[in-house]
């Protein structure tokens, strides 16, 4: 049982509810900025005669999560990916990772943290829907279990086919994401990355992390047996050199 | 006083002034950075949220630190004994060189007043948490390497019998340490495939930087006793330096071929032959960095002679630092869709810390038996010091 | 669980093809009001072209809308009073245009 969003591009006029909906939500300052900051965690804005947001994808296999030492972000079970203010030590590895450009910084505060969008964990958590679903007019933002969502935005393109692209973004990217968009014009017209892997980010480094393990022992055994080995020559050496003395 | 000792003085007199100066924007910047923020200090951003204290601090401070490494293996565990005498220098100055980058972090960091996280919160599928843990156990492992110097002026001679015990296994833990952690600051990298630029991005990349890493540590060692040559008056170890530089023509030879067969597989040789910006950092970076100095090193002529050999040292380390910083920099300007440039004041805390840094090695150099004459006098045959105390401990 | 049906609940009003969904706040009458006030959403969103943030959250609760107002807010430039101050719009001490807001039962 996991939760997501669907975005229609097609269905979205724009009037910025949801930017409003989460920055009260959220506690956050006005204004709404164009892009997305610490401050703003959604925004819409025009592109190609569309209204598009931006906002972040929780992906299924997060790679802001499997990159901060010290666990500051994390998949709950319910599908939001939440963010540990106490945690964060401020490496920024998450920003320079997410594939989306998703985590952004405080840079104007001396004690500064990561601000992002939270998919209203805390409303998802009381059954509620995210602050933008439920205040969006048109209901081109829509709240739901991803499976259904998947399911209603398939069904919509079949229905209408020719004015919807043929794909539904979110199902694969990344590994798949739990916001799923929908779009009348190419995605990457609308900004959105579509040069992404297939399979989830964290494996690329997991690949190599979880060989330590074994670098470790085996570089262990090969050096101490580098180290006998050169002990011993010259063992044997100074025992040569000191005329069939005993060893040593 | 004579002409030569009145020049001399006048020249430390410019440095004194220098490292004054240097000192005095460091502790300015400092109070600026921590009252009001990276934004206000750095040309950070979201766009770009890793630059010089990233590319050049950590990740160069960190490689450049990579010749004890590769020195105490040579020595303890291949048993090549006649390197011994470079191993203290060499040692004292990747440990400088890992604070150095420590405190770098310090800057960096959004709240380094939170940098002992890593200790308690764990998430061991992070490179970061892998790296953060790394350095703390080696830069530990780095002081206990260079107690024994301490024990020594102090006449300890409890710890040193008690280090003498432990030392190889010291060594090889600093080995295994030194090896997982140059590597996985390129791991860093693996995570950006869409980010990084072809030219630079490779599945090997953790391969790559631990390979520059001992080359760029072999060039370091060369350097470092080129400069404590010319600040101590003592002349450069000839036939102790001619074989590492015989040896960085294998490595960087090794890793030019390799980095060269990458582009082929990332099929980024076309990237290498249409003019651009990043074509041509590569072209530099390869040029300056592996190329020439390969092929400098590998006339004996040039091996052997003391400008050659440290003008090649000083070429190999150059091409290691401008490869750090065209992986962190220069590789990730095209996805950001913008350039970054360090402002005044990341390049004055930058360098300020790398001239305190050269400040403590002097210090060291001056009051603890760090090279072998040093230590030579340290131990005075009339005294009954428990056996005799050689300029390194062997295991 | 009410997350679902209130997806449910969405799926079914766009599949049938509904209008903008703006909800009409309706505010409790007060005791010297002559009647409770029905505000119309759409009318005044045209006014801003569906510009949300015009009011939201800044003046008016976008998740929580309050079911109270009073005419000392309003006076105060808060709430209605931020454009009904009689230069934006209609001013609330207007006495001609009560039964604008306040339904009074009568016909319209």
């Known amino acids: ?248 | 006083m004579t002409g030569a000792t009145a020049r001399r003085f006048t020249r430390l007199g410019f440095w004194a002034y220098v490292f004054a100066l240097l000192l005095l924007l460091l502790v300015g910047v400092t109070a600026l950075r921590f009252s009001r923020g990276l934004g206000a200090t750095t040309n950070l951003s979201d766009r770009f949220p890793w630059g010089l204290w990233i590319g050049f601090d950590v990740l160069c401070g960190v490689g450049l630190a990579a010749g004890a490494f590769t020195l105490t293996s040579v020595v303890h565990l291949f048993n090549l004994r006649r390197f011994e005498p470079i191993v203290r220098p060499t040692v004292l100055t990747a440990f400088l060189g890992y604070a150095f980058v420590i405190v770098a972090l310090l800057f960096d960091l959004g709240q380094p007043w939170r940098i002992w996280h890593a200790l308690v919160f764990w998430n061991p599928r992070s490179v970061m948490f892998e790296v953060a843990w790394c350095v703390m156990l080696y830069t530990t492992v780095l002081a206990l390497e260079l107690s024994p110097v301490v024990f020594e002026r102090f006449r300890l001679a409890g710890p040193q019998r008690l280090m003498r015990g432990v030392y190889t296994p010291l060594v090889i833990v600093g080995v295994i340490l030194s090896t997982l952690h140059q590597s996985s600051l390129g791991s860093l990298y693996l995570i950006v495939p869409s980010k990084l630029h072809p030219l630079w991005y490779s599945p090997l990349l953790p391969f790559y930087f631990f390979i520059s890493a001992i080359g760029a540590g072999l060039g370091m060692v060369v350097i470092e006793s080129h400069l404590s040559g010319r600040a101590f008056g003592r002349r450069l170890e000839m036939h102790l330096l001619e074989p590492l530089g015989r040896a960085m023509v294998v490595v960087l030879g090794v890793y030019g071929l390799l980095r060269f067969l990458a582009l082929r597989r990332n099929g980024a040789l076309a990237e290498l032959l249409a003019p651009g910006y990043e074509a041509s950092m590569f072209l530099l970076e390869v040029g300056l960095g592996v190329v020439l100095p390969v092929v400098l090193l590998s006339l004996p002529r040039i091996r052997r002679s003391e400008r050659g050999l440290v003008a090649s040292a000083f070429l190999a380390i150059l091409g290691f630092v401008m490869n750090r910083l065209n992986v962190a920099v220069t590789g990730m300007e095209r996805a950001a869709g913008m350039r970054y440039l360090p402002s005044w004041m990341e390049v004055a805390v930058s360098v300020g810390l790398v001239a305190v840094g050269f400040a403590v090695f002097a210090l060291a150099a001056r009051h603890l038996p760090i090279f072998p004459e040093a230590a030579e006098a340290a131990a005075e045959p009339d005294e009954e010091a428990p056996g005799a105390i050689p300029a390194s401990l062997p295991a | 669980m009410n997350a679902l049906y209130a997806a449910s609940a969405l799926l079914a009003l766009v599949a049938l093809g509904a209008p903008m969904r703006l909800p009409n706040v309706v505010y409790d009458k007060a005791t010297d009001a002559p009647g409770p006030v029905r505000f119309d959403h759409r009318t005044h969103a045209e006014r801003v072209a569906n510009k949300c943030v015009s009011c939201h959250p800044q003046t008016f609760s976008i998740l929580r809308p309050t079911r109270r107002a009073s005419h000392a807010e309003m006076e105060a430039s808060r709430s209605c009073g931020v454009c009904h101050d009689g230069k934006v719009a209609f001013g609330v001490q207007d006495a001609e245009r009560c039964e604008t807001c306040h339904d009074t039962g009568g016909g319209r």
């Open chain 1, 1 to 248: 049982m996991s939760v997501g969003l669907l975005f229609d591009a097609t269905r979205c006029i724009g009037c910025e509810a949801c930017s409003a909906a989460c920055k009260e939500q959220n506690g956050l300052p006005l204004p709404i900025e164009p892009e997305t900051t610490a401050y703003t965690f959604t925004t819409v804005s025009q592109r190609e005669g569309l209204n598009v947001r931006s906002l972040c994808m929780h992906c299924l296999e997060p790679t802001c999560v499997s990159v901060c030492p010290v666990g500051a972000l994390s998949k709950t079970a319910q599908g939001p990916v939440v963010y540990d203010a106490k945690k964060c030590i401020g490496c920024r590895y998450c920003i320079m990772a997410c594939p989306f450009g998703v985590p952004k910084y405080q840079w104007d505060r001396a004690v500064p943290v990561v601000g992002k969008c939270t998919l209203c964990s805390d409303r998802v958590a009381a059954g509620l829907a995210t602050a933008c679903a439920t205040v969006c007019p048109t209901g081109a933002t829509m709240f739901g279990e991803r499976d259904a969502l998947v399911a209603e935005a398939r069904a919509r393109i079949d229905a209408s086919p020719g004015q919807y692209v043929d794909h539904v973004y979110g199902v694969e990217e990344a590994g798949g994401t739990s916001v799923l968009m929908l779009s009348s014009v190419p995605f990457e017209r609308l900004g959105l990355a579509t040069d992404l892997p297939r399979q989830p980010l964290p494996m690329l480094t997991w690949q190599v992390l979880s060989k330590v393990p074994d670098f470790v022992a085996l570089a262990g055994a090969f050096l101490y047996g580098v180290f006998w080995i050169t002990r011993r020559r010259e063992a044997v050496e100074e025992a040569r050199r000191t005329e069939g003395g005993g060893p040593r």
